[in-house]
């Protein structure tokens, strides 16, 4: 496929994200008021490190999965990090024609399910066995309509969403007591995590660093997060907007049907990069994550226990 494809596809997660993250647009308004570019450092998603079967066989839910279509889309894995007290893993990648094309990088991590309690597995794999056939292969349910990257793009998106059938309430709560991260999986399956605004793209003095950017944003009253992860010395800092809330789905263990409950979706991230000694007098522009980072990062989609307390009532 080519880059365009990716493209494509980027912006019609873009398109859907940014709809349900208001706090993504009013960046976007921000930097193009003051005369800046906009434009996206990495896209993340998250996953289920569990092998479930299929008519086809076992298929593994995890980085795996969305693998198959980074891949197709030319990227390649350039960096991996783990989280063991969370039982996280992570991957990212990165398209050879990145800079020609202005690609974002993905980030991509997976909850190693087998490392949690056995009452959570069990809880987690029942749910996600419902995942429908069509979805256990990604590549092999479309046709690329050659030349056609617009339509390779939709066919493609269907897959960043939730591929199995509504969770029950008692089994996201379940799982939320053990893992914020497998209960957000449970509810959004492969919808983006979040994207990133990359500031050292704005070219405007206004918001010439995340610091600026920061502050504008929450003079614009985006909640933001309290600190700026990382350090100059490292390559790398990053903060984000609080989590959004929306109302999801789930099936009440009562009466069996699809009810809706308050739950946290997604945040938007900022990220600025800096240029790190490679060799004696040679610098580069660092490249990669840090994972104290990503650890901080993946909490701002917890739902705190007083807004679980609310959801029991």
């Known amino acids: 496929m080519s880059p365009k494809t990716a493209l494509n596809l980027f912006s019609l997660l873009w398109q859907n994200y940014s709809a349900r993250v208001p706090y993504a647009r009013t960046y976007e308004q921000m930097i193009t008021a003051a005369g800046g570019t906009v434009a996206n450092d990495h896209i993340a998603f998250r996953s289920l490190r569990l092998l479930v079967d299929s008519p086809r066989g076992k298929v593994n839910l995890g980085i795996n999965y969305l693998s198959q279509i980074a891949e197709a889309l030319g990227y390649e894995p350039a960096g991996?990090?783990?989280?063991?007290?969370?039982?996280?893993?992570?991957?990212?990648?990165?398209?050879?024609q990145q800079i020609e094309f202005d690609l974002p990088k993905l980030f991509i991590s997976e909850l190693i399910v087998d490392e949690l309690p056995d009452n959570i597995i069990q809880l987690i794999t029942q749910t996600v066995s419902t995942v429908a056939d069509e979805f256990t292969s990604p590549l092999t349910y479309f046709s690329p309509a050659e030349g056609n990257d617009g339509v390779i793009a939709q066919q493609l998106q269907?897959?960043?969403?939730?591929?199995?059938?509504?969770?029950?309430?008692s089994v996201v709560e379940a799982v939320n007591q053990v893992t914020q991260y497998g209960a957000w999986v449970l509810l959004h399956g492969y919808a983006v995590n979040h994207f990133t605004g990359y500031v050292n793209r704005h070219q405007t003095p206004e918001y010439a660093d995340i610091d600026d950017t920061a502050?504008?944003?929450?003079?614009?009253?985006?909640?933001?997060?309290?600190?700026?992860?990382?350090?100059v010395t490292w390559g790398l800092r990053q903060?984000?907007?609080?989590?959004?809330?929306?109302?999801?789905?789930?099936?009440d263990d009562i009466s069996g049907q699809?009810?809706?409950?308050?739950?946290?979706?997604?945040y938007y991230e900022i990220a600025q990069r800096y240029p790190l000694q490679v060799e004696p007098g040679k610098?580069?522009?660092?490249?990669?994550?840090?994972?104290?980072?990503?650890?901080?990062?993946?909490?701002?989609?917890?739902l705190v226990e007083c807004d679980a307390a609310k959801i029991g009532k």
Not at 216 to 227: T, W
Not at 239 to 251: L, R, W
Not at 258 to 266: D, G, H, L, R, S
Request: avoid cysteine; charged fraction near 25%; glycine fraction near 6%.
């Open 80 to 96: 991996e990090y783990n989280f063991p007290q969370t039982h996280l893993y992570a991957r990212h990648y990165r398209h050879p």
């Open 215 to 231: 502050r504008g944003l929450a003079n614009l009253g985006v909640p933001m997060k309290a600190e700026i992860e990382g350090d």
């Open 239 to 251: 903060t984000a907007t609080q989590a959004v809330k929306e109302m999801v789905t789930v099936i």
């Open 158 to 169: 269907k897959f960043f969403t939730r591929p199995w059938m509504t969770p029950r309430r």
């Open 258 to 266: 699809e009810v809706e409950i308050p739950w946290t979706y997604a």
């Open 283 to 302: 610098e580069k522009l660092f490249d990669g994550f840090l994972g104290n980072n990503a650890q901080q990062l993946f909490e701002m989609t917890r």
